[in-house]
């Protein structure tokens, strides 16, 4: 059965507001522990948060020919995307990332085309052309230097297309929940062994922190925890919902929201400017989400 159009858009709205304010959290994260830490700990806070809910409600593993997928799947979209995203931030800033991260859209619209047989038709070449758009303004792109930085973020988008397609055609009869969670597990296996064999000295510095003043301490682990469990447990939760109910064009372009909902948490929280510009990016943005989900709505009156 197909959500209908209010509960969509209740909870499109509810993803923007969780994921676009996480672009400051993870702005101020990278203040605190390194990329791949933060990162490693978002990612085993809400493994461990959505095995809590899984054991409670039984019927814990999947059916065995999805595993494969399942931790294709988690290892690009859990692990590699999100660490080069978080590392990103650093180099480019949150707002260039957000953008050329949320190019997903595109590359998920042209693969749907060829494995899922869904139409690139012209009410979602506009929805990308307006929100595209939009985002340029909104991130007031400018030339810069880290050249690597920009490729490596769009690569995170592409392997967040190929993840989001995987899970339209190969986890078909899967539970939603279970694959969402085994992602989630191996993703943050992963990123441990990384952590304790690659990259150790991030660990010590995470050591130094925790064991120093208390105010940076837990300002630090109430972020991380946080972190882990509304932007990651939840929001993830969220998304997976959305891709399973939707086409998978409308749902990435759908989500084209989230940066535009980080830069007013910007504005909001870390005393960024506002201006005209601005304003007119979120309006474009957010007019190019609405023509494609009155697309997606009139589908689903279809069926």
């Known amino acids: 059965m197909q959500p209908s159009r209010n509960k969509v858009l209740a909870l499109l709205v509810l993803l923007y507001l969780v994921w676009g304010f996480n672009w ?3 702005r101020v994260g990278n203040d605190y522990v390194s990329p791949v830490f933060f990162v490693t700990v978002r990612f085993s806070v809400g493994a461990i ?11 814990v593993i999947p059916p065995r020919k999805y595993w494969p997928w399942i931790l294709g799947s988690g290892a690009m979209m859990m692990c590699i995307a999100n660490v080069i995203i978080q590392i990103c931030t650093t180099y480019i800033g949150a707002g260039l990332t957000a953008l050329l991260d949320y190019m997903q859209s595109v590359f998920v619209c042209i693969l749907a085309v060829f494995f899922l047989g869904e ?5 979602k070449v506009l929805g990308i052309v307006f929100c ?3 985002l340029f303004i909104l991130m007031n792109i400018g030339v810069t230097e880290h050249i690597w930085a920009i490729f490596l973020t769009l690569l ?13 055609s190969k986890l078909v009869g899967c539970d939603m929940l279970q694959y969402t969670i085994w992602q989630m597990v191996f993703g943050s296996i992963l990123l441990i062994l990384y952590l304790l064999i690659g990259d150790p000295a991030s660990i010590a510095d995470a050591v130094d922190l925790f064991t120093g003043p208390r105010g940076p301490a837990l300002f630090a682990a109430a972020m991380l925890i946080y972190n882990g469990i509304i932007p990651t447990a939840l929001a993830f939760v969220l998304w997976n919902y959305l891709l399973t109910n939707m086409e998978a064009g409308v749902a990435s372009i759908a989500i084209m929201g989230v940066p535009a909902v980080g830069v007013l948490s910007g504005v909001l929280v870390l005393h960024e400017p506002m201006s005209l510009s601005i304003a007119a990016g979120m309006l474009l943005v957010f007019f190019g989400v609405l023509i494609v989900l009155g697309l997606g709505a009139k589908q689903q009156a279809s069926e």
């Open 132 to 134: 595209v758009a939009g």
């Open 156 to 168: 995170a988008a592409a392997l967040w297309g190929v993840s989001s397609i995987i899970v339209k």
């Open 119 to 123: 139409k690139f038709t012209l009410r």
């Open 24 to 26: 400051v959290i993870m």
């Open 49 to 59: 948060t959505l095995l809590i809910v899984l054991f409670a409600r039984g019927n």
